[in-house]
Each structure stands twice: as C-alpha cells, then as structure tokens.
T-cell receptor, first 112, second 114 residues
Framework: KQEVTQIPAALSVPEGENLVLNCSFTDSAIYNLQWFRQDPGKGLTSLLLIQSSQREQTSGRLNASLDKSSGRSTLYIAASQPGDSATYLCAVVWDSNYQLIWGAGTKLIIKP | GAGVSQSPSNKVTEKGKDVELRCDPI?????LYWYRQSLGQGLEFLIYFQGNSAPDKSGLPSDRFSAERTGGSVSTLTIQRTQQEDSAVYLC????????????FGDGTRLSIL
C-alpha cells in the first residue's frame, strides 16, 4: 500500500533555529513529491515540488531534498521565524492521474 | 483572481439536505481535483478531472457524492442526503496539463452537517 508518513506530528523550536521536517513514503516509484504549508482555517500553499529525477529544490529559506531509494524527503527551514508557524504537509504522486497521497502533517510552532 | 476560487467558504446545513460546492480553477488549467480534509482522517483524494477525459471517481466515498465539470472549467461537487460524517473541509486544486506540475489549492469550503 502506498503511504506517506510525517514525523514528528508536532515540533516547537525557538526563533532563529534551523530545522528539518521529515517525510517518508513506502514505494520509491514516485512521479513527484510536493511540500505544502497550511495555516489555521486556510487552504494549502504549495512550497516546493520535487520531480522524481531531482534530488532537491530550493526556495528562499526552504530546501527540500528527495532520496527515492530510501523513501525519504526532508524540508529544511533556515533561520526560522514566528511567521513560519503552520502545519507542513508532504504529498506524493504515484499514479498517472497525479492524485496526491498525503502525510498527516507536522505542526510547527516557532517561539519568539 | 489568479488563484483557485471556491464557494461558499462556509456551509452549515441539516442532515439529509443536499449541498453543492463550487470550484473555479486557475484559467488554462486542464486538471482539477477535489480532496476532503476531515478531523482524524487527514486529506483524502475524491475525484480528478483532466480535460475531456472521463473523470477518475475512485476516491468518492459513497454514491451520495458526485461531481461534474462543465466546459472544462468550473466544477461542482454535490453531496446528496448529507450525513454528519460528511462534515469536513472540501478542497479543490488545479494544475496545468503538463505532467508533474504542482497542484494549486483554493481556500476550501468548510461544511458542517448539523
């Protein structure tokens, strides 16, 4: 069964720290992997998308890596800020219809 | 606007009523998805439209759920004879028809069944 797991479910760190969020998936034959951010009561904001042929993607203070062989992706956030507080979701596309299979998310709190 | 638009943003209705949720995708996007986000269930895929092809309905939880997409643009998700377990946030996403492109989401419709 194709599943996506995110650990930890919640994370609280002081402002300014660098941090890593983890995502693991059960089947390495992915099309792509996407990281999203969700603020309370809001929809989903796409942060980074990594194609199966890529190893990493960067956007500002965010860097996402992909290791298909080990079934893992990490989202690295540099110099965290209180505005980074949100739930971060990892989602994987396996099928040709491109439906996203979701992790349960990591709730991140950045303490001022 | 430039993003995916969903309406209504909130809907409260009585058990047994029918509801319609609307999604207006990004202009030019041929792929459209519906997902549901429930407490304790996380996000789950419901249905996928791609151009004029037959939709992938494999994620619809029961025959009370249906969706259509008119003219390859706006989509409507209909839930008949609503039940309390239908309470959730219903999210719509669209993407371009080029393989592997990111999905862009609307703010969702929060549905509450009393």
């Amino acid at each position: 069964k194709q599943e996506v797991t995110q650990i930890p479910a919640a994370l609280s760190v002081p402002e300014g720290e660098n941090l890593v969020l983890n995502c693991s998936f059960t089947d390495s034959a992915i099309y792509n992997l996407q990281w999203f951010r969700q603020d309370p009561g809001k929809g989903l904001t796409s942060l980074l998308l990594i194609q199966s042929s890529q190893r990493e993607q960067t956007s500002g203070r965010l860097n996402a890596s992909l290791d298909k062989s080990s079934g893992r992706s990490t989202l690295y956030i540099a110099a965290s800020q209180p505005g980074d507080s949100a739930t971060y979701l990892c989602a994987v596309v396996w099928d040709s219809n491109y439906q996203l299979i979701w992790g349960a998310g990591t709730k991140l709190i950045i303490k001022p | 606007g430039a993003g995916v638009s969903q309406s209504p943003s909130n809907k409260v209705t009585e058990k047994g009523k029918d509801v319609e949720l609307r999604c207006d995708p990004i202009s030019g996007h041929t792929a459209l998805y519906w997902y549901r986000q429930s407490l304790g269930q996380g996000l789950e895929f419901l249905i996928y439209f791609q151009g004029n092809s037959a939709p992938d309905k494999s994620g619809l939880p029961s025959d009370r759920f249906s969706a259509e997409r008119t003219g390859g643009s706006v989509s409507t998700l209909t839930i008949q004879r609503t039940q309390q377990e239908d309470s959730a946030v219903y999210l719509c996403a669209s993407s371009s028809d080029r393989p592997g492109q990111p999905q862009h989401f609307g703010d969702g419709t929060r549905l509450s069944i009393l």
